[in-house]
């Protein structure tokens, strides 16, 4: 629960300092990232899949989302990995995601899109997350 209120915290700070547009009323879906590479696989080739494979294809999939990979470079998350979710607003995620977490019909389509990229770093890896969206006041 610590890891993800700082890497929102960070990413907020980061966001503000840098002038990216995060507006009231949208959803951020923080993701704490946790990754089991297979024999002969490094963490830099998964990576690499992640940036140039699969967030390009989660950002056409998801309509009103961008989606940036996170790195933790300082406290508790130090070397941890993460996803941070952008929404336009909750309910651009509720077309995707029941509330209980489960893909809606439309995520289930949109996850079929992205299969043969998760076809890809399944034989890299395994990826496991833990997640809190959070609506921007």
Not at 16 to 44: C, D
Not at 46 to 61: D, G, Q, R, S
Not at 71 to 87: A, C, M, P, Q, T
């Amino acid at each position: 629960m610590k890891k993800l209120i700082l890497i929102s915290v960070v990413i907020l700070m980061a966001g503000i300092t840098y002038g990216q547009s995060i507006q009231k009323g949208n959803l951020i879906g923080t993701h704490v990232v946790t990754v089991t590479l297979n024999p002969g696989v490094t963490m830099e080739k998964y990576m690499e899949v992640l940036k140039t494979k699969l967030i390009p294809e989660l950002e056409k999939t998801y309509v009103n989302c961008k989606v940036y990979l996170l790195k933790g470079i300082r406290g508790e998350s130090n070397n941890s990995f993460g996803f941070l979710y952008v929404f336009k607003s909750a309910q651009d995620r509720d077309k995707y995601y029941n509330a209980n977490g489960d893909y809606s019909e439309l995520g289930e389509s949109a996850n079929a899109k992205l299969q043969p990229v998760t076809d890809e770093l399944e034989k890299l890896g395994t990826l496991t997350t833990e997640y809190t969206d959070w609506i921007v006041q």
